[in-house]
T-cell receptor
C-alpha cells in the first residue's frame, strides 16, 4: 500500500515550457487535491476532484489545468510555465475528514 | 477573509522538554480543526482532527486543545524527541475539504 505517490520529485523548466505532474493513490479515495506550498504562506488549493471525471477550481487555479480520467490518478498540467509557478506541489486524497498527502514535487521555473 | 495564524514562527527546545504551539483562527463556518506534522522535504501528516464539540484530543505525546469560543487551539508536545523536529501546521475546515485554511506553520527544532 503505497498511499499517495507523486511523479516527478523534482523538475526544472524554462519559462513557456509545459509539463504534467502525476498523482496516484491506491486507497480508493473519491476526493483528490492539488496544492502549492510557497515560503511564508500556507498551502493553497489549486484544483480538486470529487470523483472520476470531475474537477473543480480551488483558490489559485490560474495557469493550471487538471484531469481525473481514472479514479486513482489526478494530473496537474502547466501549459506555459511562468517563474511565479516555482513552488512545491502537493497532491492529496481523502475520505471523510482525513487527508493523505503525497511527498511533493519541487518545481523550478527559470 | 478566513485566516489561520500560528505562533511562534519557530522554536528551538532541548530534547526531553515540553512545548506548546498556538493557533488562532477566524474561519466561518467552523467544521473542524486539524494539526499536521510536516518533516522537511515531505508531505504533511495528520496528527489530530477536532470538531466543534471536542476540546482535547491526544495522539501519543501530542495533545491538541480547542477553545471554539475564543477560536484558539494549541498543540502540546510532551517529552520532545529529536524526531519531533518538523513544521507543525494548523488547518481549519469551513465545511468541505475544499474549504480548508492552512496556517503558515511553526518550525520546531529539538536539539541535544
Amino acid at each position: 500500500n503505497a498511499g499517495v505517490t507523486q511523479t516527478p520529485k523534482f523538475r526544472v523548466l524554462k519559462t513557456g515550457q509545459s509539463m504534467t505532474l502525476l498523482c496516484a493513490q491506491d486507497m480508493n479515495h473519491e476526493y483528490m487535491y492539488w496544492y502549492r506550498q510557497d515560503p511564508g504562506m500556507g498551502l493553497r488549493l489549486i484544483h480538486y476532484s470529487v470523483g472520476e471525471g470531475t474537477t473543480a477550481k480551488g483558490e489559485v487555479p490560474d495557469g493550471y489545468n487538471v484531469s481525473r480520467l481514472k479514479k486513482q490518478n489526478f494530473l496537474l498540467g502547466l501549459e506555459s510555465a511562468a517563474p511565479s509557478q516555482t513552488s512545491v506541489y502537493f497532491c492529496a486524497s481523502s475520505y471523510s475528514n482525513e487527508q493523505f498527502f503525497g511527498p511533493g514535487t519541487r518545481l523550478t521555473v527559470l | 477573509k478566513n485566516q489561520v495564524e500560528q505562533s511562534p514562527q519557530s522554536l528551538i527546545i532541548l530534547e526531553g522538554k515540553n512545548c506548546t504551539l498556538q493557533c488562532n483562527y477566524t474561519v466561518s463556518p467552523f467544521s473542524n480543526l486539524r494539526w499536521y506534522k510536516q518533516d522537511t522535504g515531505r508531505g504533511p501528516v495528520s496528527l489530530t482532527i477536532m470538531t466543534f464539540s471536542e476540546n482535547t484530543k491526544s495522539n501519543g505525546r501530542y495533545t491538541a486543545t480547542l477553545d471554539a469560543d475564543t477560536k484558539q487551539s494549541s498543540l502540546h508536545i510532551t517529552a520532545s524527541q529529536l524526531s519531533d523536529s518538523a513544521s507543525y501546521i494548523c488547518v481549519v475546515s469551513a465545511g468541505t475539504a475544499s474549504k480548508l485554511t492552512f496556517g503558515t506553520g511553526t518550525r520546531l527544532q529539538v536539539t541535544l
